[in-house]
């Protein structure tokens, strides 16, 4: 068998093997023990949560710059929603700030994958931080990288850039 015939079967076995790993994991992870497993997973990485404002340190940038901002943004959206509704125009408006795929108000869903509707955030200030926080990251006009975003999103970089290229794509075709 030549080398470049054992460097591929090699390979295979090591994606097999992954791939048998994650589905052992799987059901684990399903489970409440999937929220144990990444919270240790997460404090082995990045230290117990009382030095995260030292190991963190993008994190905590991020939760600074979007506190000085969450409560305007915030005021902003609810008295924008309130106009719609005093209006009646509500029903063909898409929150703004809910988690998930938006949706019109009162319509259904056609996309398979929205099984599970996301709430609408009703003004909790951790969920005002979160959800105004990921606003502010993917719209700005530099496209996302790892060593700019929050420690704490790094594993879901992908998503994001994914999610701010279609933030961009609307703008692009709202301003058309």
Same mark, same amino acid.
């Given at each position: 068998?030549?080398? #470049?015939?054992q460097? &591929? *079967?090699?390979?295979?076995?090591?994606? @097999?093997?992954?791939? +048998?790993?994650?589905?052992?994991?799987? /059901?684990?992870?399903?489970?409440?023990?999937?929220?144990?497993? #990444?919270?240790?997973? &997460? *404090?082995?990485?990045?230290?117990?949560? @009382?030095?995260?404002? +030292?190991?963190?340190?993008?994190?905590? /940038?991020?939760?600074?710059?979007?506190?000085?901002?969450?409560?305007?943004?915030?005021?902003?959206?609810?008295?924008?929603?309130?106009?719609?509704?005093?209006?009646?125009?509500?029903?063909?408006?898409?929150?703004?700030?809910?988690?998930?795929?938006?949706?019109?108000?009162g319509?259904?869903?056609?996309?398979?994958?929205?099984?599970?509707?996301?709430?609408?955030?009703?003004?909790?200030?951790?969920?005002?931080?979160?959800?105004?926080?990921?606003?502010?990251?993917?719209?700005?006009?530099?496209?996302?990288?790892?060593?700019?975003?929050?420690?704490?999103?790094?594993?879901?970089?992908?998503r994001?850039?994914?999610?701010?290229?279609?933030?961009?794509?609307?703008?692009?075709?709202?301003?058309?």
């Open positions: 068998m030549s080398i #470049l015939t460097s &591929f *079967a090699k390979q295979e076995l090591q994606a @097999e093997v992954s791939k +048998a790993r994650v589905q052992m994991m799987q /059901q684990i992870i399903k489970e409440s023990a999937g929220v144990e497993y #990444l919270q240790k997973a &997460f *404090a082995d990485r990045y230290g117990p949560p @009382e030095n995260a404002s +030292a190991s963190l340190p993008l994190t905590l /940038q991020w939760i600074m710059t979007s506190n000085n901002i969450v409560e305007v943004e915030w005021s902003e959206h609810s008295d924008c929603l309130s106009i719609m509704q005093s209006a009646g125009q509500a029903p063909a408006l898409v929150p703004v700030l809910r988690a998930g795929h938006g949706t019109l108000v319509q259904p869903s056609s996309s398979a994958a929205d099984t599970s509707v996301q709430p609408e955030c009703k003004g909790e200030k951790l969920d005002k931080l979160i959800r105004i926080g990921l606003l502010q990251l993917i719209s700005s006009m530099e496209g996302l990288q790892l060593q700019s975003i929050p420690e704490s999103f790094q594993i879901n970089l992908l994001l850039r994914a999610v701010q290229s279609q933030f961009q794509q609307v703008i692009v075709i709202a301003t058309r």
